[in-house]
Structure formats: structure tokens, C-alpha cells
């Protein structure tokens, strides 16, 4: 510990919770990248209602991510829920908490808790980054879990890509790929997005299509450098037509 932080440290005891010292002492923090004990210091944080600062909303955000990821890496779920579970109310129930958490479950691996946590959130309210990470998981029983993102359909704007991508992203998992390849189609032309060209390219490669996988690699390059959405239109599937002129051929009746 530093003479800086034993000076702050001594301060915060003889003048405990005191507003301005809570953040000197967590901006001292932060700049040591100390987050174990940023850590300590969030409930305080959270307490005097200094979160909503962007300053200590930084701090807090950093702090997590990096607790998140080094037990998330060392596939340490149990210590992992267990912080999540110690920090109080008003940081659990922050947007950029949960997605931070949401994503370090899924980075140790524990889909199922992932699963719950972010379904449990979208039957409540709609978000976008959840949604983006819920087509990303393992799912073990894909049915239901399209069942329920088809719930989630009837409660959205018919066109909103991240629900369309998702849906996408769940058909391919489940390899119905033609209801996967309208999907991605749809939400790339609401908004172009580099992963799912690269998503909806490698499906049209699965279902011999190669013509149009390489107009999806170019668009999504062109995406990557430019940035300028453009109308994805992919040519049709050409199947064997039966010649209607042609009569079906026809077995010879041998008797009984």
C-alpha cells in the first residue's frame, strides 16, 4: 500500500463515510488498479448515492470488470455468484452490471446460469446487449428457448434487429437453417452488423450456396472499412423444377 493510500486509509477512519474522502480514496484506487479493494469500497459508494457520478460510475464499472474477469478466467463461478450476490441492491440492478455479469458467466462456462439470468431480465424489460449475448450461449433445450424468444417477438417491434439476429443465431444453433438465413437477412437490412455477415456467410457455405456467402464476406468487409450500411438481397435458391410437359413415369400394371 502506498503512503498516499495508508494516509487516505487513516482518514477514512477518523472521518468514516464522509462523501468527499469516499471518492478521493476510490479515485487512489482506481489509479493503483487496487480493485480488490475498490471492491470493499462499492457498497459505501453505493450507500452515499455517489454511483450516479460519471466519475465513480467509471470506477465502478472498471472495478467489476475486473473482479468478473479474474474469476471468470480461473472458471471460479462459485466465488463468482458469490460476489454478485454480496453487492448491493442498486448495483445489481444497474444495466451495465448485469451485462458485465451475464458476460463473465458466460466466459466461465456456467450457460446455465447465464441463461437464467438473462432470460429472467428479458421477460421484464427488452435490452439489446442481453439479447445479443442470449444467441451467443449454449442452449440445452433449444425448442423451449425459441418458444420463448417467439414470446418475446410478440411483445417487439416487428423489425427490431437485435430480436431478429437472436432468432437468427437460435435457428442456426438448431439447424433449421433456412428460417436461421431469413432471419439474419432481415436484421441485416434493419442493421448491418460484421458478425452477422460472417454468421449468415458461413451458414450460405453450409447450404451450398457460394454465391451468395461471398456476397455476404464482401458486404460485411465493406462494412468493416466503411461503416455504410447497404440492401442485402440474396439471389434465390435455385432448385430442380419437374417439367410440367413431362408426365410422371408410370409402373405397369401386372395384374393381381
Known sequence: MGASTRHLDTVTRTVPKHPYV?????????????????LG??????????????????????????????YAKAGQTDKLQAMWKKLPTLIRDNHEAIVLYAKALHTAGDEVACNGLISN??????????????GRIQHHS??????????????????????????????????????????????LNQAPNTEGYLELAELLETMKEPENAQRCYR?????????????????????PQVNPQT??????????
Open 22 to 38: 469516499l471518492k478521493l480514496l476510490a479515485k487512489v484506487l482506481y489509479r493503483q488498479e487496487n480493485w480488490d479493494a475498490l
Open 41 to 70: 469500497l462499492l457498497p459505501d459508494l453505493a450507500k452515499q448515492n455517489l454511483l450516479k457520478n460519471d466519475d465513480m460510475s467509471k470506477v465502478q464499472g472498471a472495478t467489476l470488470k475486473a473482479m468478473f474477469q479474474h
Open 121 to 134: 431480465i428479458l421477460n421484464k424489460r427488452w435490452d439489446d446487449s442481453l439479447a445479443d449475448l442470449y
Open 142 to 187: 433449444l425448442g423451449n428457448t425459441i418458444q420463448q424468444a417467439e414470446k418475446w417477438q410478440l411483445s417487439q417491434p416487428a423489425n427490431n434487429p437485435a430480436l431478429l439476429l437472436l432468432l437468427a443465431r437460435l435457428y442456426n444453433q438448431q439447424k433449421l437453417w433456412g428460417m436461421a438465413k431469413s432471419y439474419y437477412e432481415a436484421s
Open 219 to 239: 458486404m460485411g468487409l465493406r462494412y468493416c472499412i466503411r461503416t455504410d450500411g447497404e440492401k442485402l438481397n440474396l439471389t434465390p435458391t435455385q432448385r
Open 247 to 256: 408426365p410422371p413415369a408410370l409402373t405397369p400394371y401386372n395384374g393381381l
